[in-house]
């Protein structure tokens, strides 16, 4: 009797993993673009001012992940940050330089989490949110850096949980380096387009 009623089981088990999985890829999807779609008049004519007289590429570059290493401890507006630069810089050096600041701000939190402790981190995220965060990481080993990369404020306090609980730095890179590398790519093109967009009108 109890093999049958986990045969029975199984179909509906795996239908509502499908509907999770589906639901978190929409909300990622959705803590990606939405910045863009809120903002994307300002951005443009934030854009178009700056296209018209600006320093040059390098100096732009620098500012930029200089301004998005600084946001792991600072409330600086990354996605925006992230796209402007494709519009300025275009796709290949905006990304760059998006994934260049975020690498150092994965760093930087890594280290922070390493040095001020468990105690640091609940100060900073709160009880509930280091549980949630250390669930994850339990489920899902380093990907959950992954997973959390693109949510705000849960991204900045998933960094500084892996240097809490030593995650190995190797691994810990790499995951960034992966995480890092799609979102720089998604909001550089997001940013080149609506330039080159502008451009053209």
């Known amino acids: 009797m109890a093999p049958q009623e986990t045969e029975g089981r199984a179909p509906v088990s795996a239908g509502y993993g499908m509907v999770g999985c589906a639901g ?8 990606i673009l939405g910045p863009f779609f809120l903002f994307g008049a300002r951005l443009e004519a934030t854009a178009s001012a700056f296209l018209a007289a600006r320093p040059p590429d390098w100096q732009v570059a620098v500012l930029i ?3 998005l290493a600084g946001d792991i401890v600072l409330p600086v507006p990354s996605s925006l940050v992230s796209t402007a630069g494709g519009g300025v810089l275009g796709f ?3 990304a760059a330089a998006s994934w260049v600041g975020m690498m150092v701000s994965c760093y930087v939190g890594y280290e922070l989490g390493v040095r001020a402790g468990e105690p640091a981190l609940v100060r900073m995220a709160g009880e509930a949110q280091r549980a949630r965060v250390a669930r994850m990481a339990q489920r899902h080993g380093h990907w ?3 997973i959390f990369r693109a949510v705000p404020v849960l991204a900045e306090i998933s960094i500084v949980f892996a ?7 190797r691994g810990f890179l790499l995951v960034c380096a992966l995480a890092n590398l799609g979102i720089s790519v998604i909001y550089a093109a997001l940013g080149a387009g609506a330039a080159a967009a502008l451009l053209s009108s």
């Open 24 to 31: 978190f890829c929409g909300l990622l999807l959705a803590a």
């Open 92 to 94: 290949w050096l905006g």
């Open 144 to 146: 959950f850096l992954l």
């Open 163 to 169: 240097g809490v609980s030593r995650m190995p730095r």
């Open 65 to 67: 992940s200089g301004l």
